[in-house]
């Protein structure tokens, strides 16, 4: 932690305790920080801000201002040369003054911390399931409706911690009970960082959440999920989901999936779903495939399905794949 003194407490009780004592010592700004292990997967966070030209990037991160112009986090794939000891953990940082929290980071450890000259306190042996449970009151506190620094930085410091405690606090989150926004974006983190057991709920919040808007953010979800099931929840929701809005969104993300599971699911939406909105977006999914699978096929809907809608909107696509077989093909439709 560069330019800060830089104060080690030990948490010999809870958590909760440590937490309350710190905060309320903290008239003036500080920061106070402890290191948790980071939840299985290939990423690294940064803050971004880091000074290129200073070459101090280390890992895919570098040296990170917590004070500043930028208060976000970017999160990248990790660099799989970059040889680390030991699991990897992530940092907590919590910025407190005036005797609350007024802001909650969440970096990757190989990143250098610059505190802009605050004061630092470090917190050593904090249990992770203590600590999901103090940042969910910061959750709690705010729903995620609005534009919610604190909170969102809380979510993502539940969601990337290596604890079942993380995988409760998150379904607790997407209870239908909850705001649409906390649910939206606790189900991002529930395919991005929480595994088989984050695809579970996923599973049972797209066939059950009341919310057409949140059943759609949950196709999205999925397609950012690395497990292999994802995709069969996703053809479902294509197929069968009740509304039209969430069938188009899990057909866009299922393009983005590729494969050819993904184009069967595309290709009979275009024949068989009743809405001729959801087969325009299915002809917009082929347009987002690698164009040896999107093309060929765009072409078959052009040149044979029978809604005119449908095959207007697959000439379209073909122009603005400046592929050289639409081309051919719209000199063989001209010809005629």
Same mark, same amino acid.
């Given at each position: 932690i560069e330019k800060s003194v830089v104060a080690n407490r030990a948490v010999s009780g809870s958590l909760a305790d440590e937490?309350?004592?710190?905060?309320?010592?903290?008239?003036? &700004?500080?920061?106070? %920080?402890?290191? *948790?292990?980071?939840?299985?997967?290939?990423?690294?966070?940064?803050? %971004?801000n880091y000074d290129v030209n200073r070459g101090d990037i280390r890992g895919g991160c570098g040296n990170c201002r917590l004070e500043g112009r930028d208060g976000g986090t970017n999160m990248t794939a990790s660099d799989e040369s970059v040889q680390l000891e030991g699991p990897r953990r992530i940092f907590v940082l919590l910025r407190a003054e005036h005797k609350r929290i007024g802001k909650i980071r969440v970096l990757s450890s190989e990143c250098r911390l610059d505190a802009g000259g605050l004061p630092f306190v470090w917190l050593t042996g904090v249990k992770p399931e203590e600590s999901v449970a103090q940042l969910k009151e910061y959750v709690r506190e705010k729903g995620?409706?609005?534009?919610?620094?604190?909170?969102?930085?809380?979510?993502?410091?539940?969601?990337?911690?290596?604890?079942?405690?993380?995988?409760?606090?998150?379904?607790?989150?997407? &209870?239908?009970?909850q705001p649409e926004g906390l649910r939206k974006q606790a189900a991002f983190w529930l395919g991005e960082a929480r595994g088989k057991l984050g695809l579970v709920v996923l599973q049972r919040m797209a066939k059950n959440d009341p919310s057409t808007e949140v059943r759609a953010h949950v196709a999205f979800a999925l397609h950012v999920s690395s497990e292999p099931e994802a995709l069969n929840e996703m053809i479902r929701m294509a197929r069968n989901d009740e509304s039209s809005q969430v069938r %188009?969104? &899990?057909?866009?993300?299922l393009a983005q999936?590729?494969?050819?599971?993904? *184009?069967?699911?595309?290709?009979?939406?275009?024949?068989?779903?009743?809405?001729?909105?959801?087969?325009?977006?299915a002809v917009f999914a082929l347009s987002q495939l690698p164009n040896e699978e999107g093309v060929p096929k765009l072409i078959e809907v052009a040149r044979t399905n029978r809604n005119r809608a449908v095959r207007k909107q697959a000439m379209f696509w073909l122009g603005e794949s400046n592929d050289p077989r639409a081309l051919t093909f719209f000199e063989e439709v001209l010809a005629r």
């Open positions: 937490w309350k004592t710190v905060v309320e010592q903290s008239e003036k &700004a500080r920061w106070i %920080g402890y290191a *948790v292990p980071q939840a299985a997967g290939k990423r690294i966070l940064c803050c %971004g995620l409706e609005d534009d919610d620094d604190l909170g969102n930085g809380a979510l993502t410091a539940i969601a990337l911690h290596a604890d079942l405690a993380a995988d409760r606090a998150l379904e607790s989150f997407v &209870a239908p009970s %188009g969104q &899990a057909l866009f993300w999936k590729a494969g050819q599971k993904a *184009v069967g699911a595309i290709t009979a939406a275009i024949e068989n779903d009743p809405d001729t909105d959801v087969k325009n977006k």
